[in-house]
């Protein structure tokens, strides 16, 4: 009886804590800015991995040379690729070609770390399948030297181009507005979403301190990243007009892969959240404390799941459950009205949401990958070769609501 009791206030919790984060954040801005920066015109190292297949970023470096914002430098690592990096030389541009394969991102992103040719003052770590718009990283750096140390950018769909690329974009955008815009702008941190963040060096180092004897596969550097940043006292923001556009999964069998990594990367590291948790509590860092609330939550696959199986078991054992359990559903659907209609999602992505029963059993699927991910990082194979240009040109009217964007 309290094991339902309490799974039931869990499933309640779950569903309203994204409708109480948007309430709070609408109320008004907590967002107060740190001590400004001494320095401007920070110098920015922009560090791109590529596993097995580099010509897919060869049109983000383009995007990155064509930023209004112009002290960087981009370090292109080339791992395991069996075609020479062949680049038209640049002297913003420094590709760095492994001699023997890494097969791993972190060794990658350390690689391009030992290869700086200045100390720069921070790092934007990318994918190779992102692109930038032309003003992301002006407004990323804005961020920056207005003295937040980690700034995470706003990921969006490069592609729209199946219901199963709509749907992987539905999952960012109820992250982007619930996870990041919402609890940043109510005085807490954004989650990292993996790529488009900038990171201030010597906090970035003392992060890959901690994997200076990782042998292993390393399958969620980012979620290490960011309770390693709330660890330290630090807050990360959010740039909503700072654009990086991301491949979205256009196949069940691509978003099966992909999934298998963040669903064991969450059952890998969930110990950890709760250890922040604890220290941010025995520290009164409040902030920091439902930030490590936040990302115990577990996956969407998981909480549909244990809401379906309360409602079967009170059903017939404790239909006096039933409304609790109904209820955590309803609050469940209608943080993701929200998040679709705040966020101006378009039309595609609206009409792509009958087709969330496939997704999910792709989700479902990908539980079985488990054992592979020991061994293997389960890097995702991209498959659109686009240029900035074109992509803006077909989302461009999706963004009207982001003033500072052209």
């Known amino acids: 009886m309290i094991i339902g009791f309490l799974l039931v206030i869990l499933l309640i919790y ?26 401007d015109n920070s110098s920015i190292a922009c560090v791109i991995t590529a596993y097995k297949d580099w010509e897919i970023a060869a049109s983000l470096i383009r995007s990155i040379q064509k930023q209004s914002y112009r002290n960087f430098q981009i370090y292109l690592v080339a791992d395991n690729c069996q075609e020479f990096v062949d680049i038209s030389n640049h002297e913003q541009l420094t590709v760095i070609q492994t001699e023997t394969p890494l097969n791993s991102k972190i060794k990658s992103i350390q690689l391009a770390v030992e290869n700086f040719k200045i100390s ?29 140390n980690v700034v995470q950018g706003q990921r969006v769909a490069k592609n729209l181009d199946t219901k199963i690329a709509a749907l992987d974009a539905l999952g960012e955008i109820y992250y982007n507005f619930n996870q990041r815009l919402a609890p940043f702008v109510a005085g807490s941190s954004a989650t990292i979403a993996g790529s488009g963040m900038v990171i201030e060096l010597k906090l970035f180092l003392n992060y890959l301190k901690l994997f200076d004897d990782e042998s292993g596969v390393v399958l969620a550097e980012d979620k290490l990243l960011q309770m390693f940043v709330i660890q330290q006292g630090e807050r990360i923001a959010y740039k909503e007009d700072a654009l990086i556009f991301d491949e979205k999964s256009t196949t069940g069998a691509q978003v099966q892969k992909q999934r298998t990594r963040w669903l064991k990367s969450y059952f890998d590291h969930i110990d950890d959240a709760f250890s922040l948790m604890r220290v941010c509590l025995s520290e009164k860092n409040y902030q920091g404390a439902f930030f490590s609330l936040m990302i115990s939550t577990p996956p969407f696959i998981i909480l549909v799941a244990l809401m379906l199986v309360s409602g079967l078991l009170a059903l017939i054992f404790a239909p006096q459950y039933l409304i609790g359990v109904g209820l955590s559903l309803l609050l469940f659907i209608l943080s993701w009205v929200f998040a679709l209609y705040f966020s101006h999602a378009p039309t595609v992505i609206w ?30 194979q991209h498959t659109l070769y686009l240029e900035i240009e074109d992509v803006w040109k077909s989302r461009k009217t999706h963004f009207k609501h982001l003033n500072t964007l052209k």
């Open 351 to 380: 009409q792509a949401i009958p087709w969330i029963p496939v997704f999910m059993a792709r989700q479902v699927l990908s539980l079985l990958g488990f054992g592979k991910a020991k061994t293997d990082f389960l890097a995702t």
């Open 14 to 39: 779950t569903g309203i804590y994204p409708l109480l984060a948007l309430i709070y954040a609408l109320k008004g801005s907590s967002n107060k800015y740190r001590e400004v920066r001494a320095k």
């Open 120 to 148: 720069h003052d921070a790092v934007l770590i990318l994918d190779p399948d992102n692109l930038l718009h032309s003003h992301s990283l002006e407004n990323l750096v804005d961020s920056f030297e207005q003295g937040f």
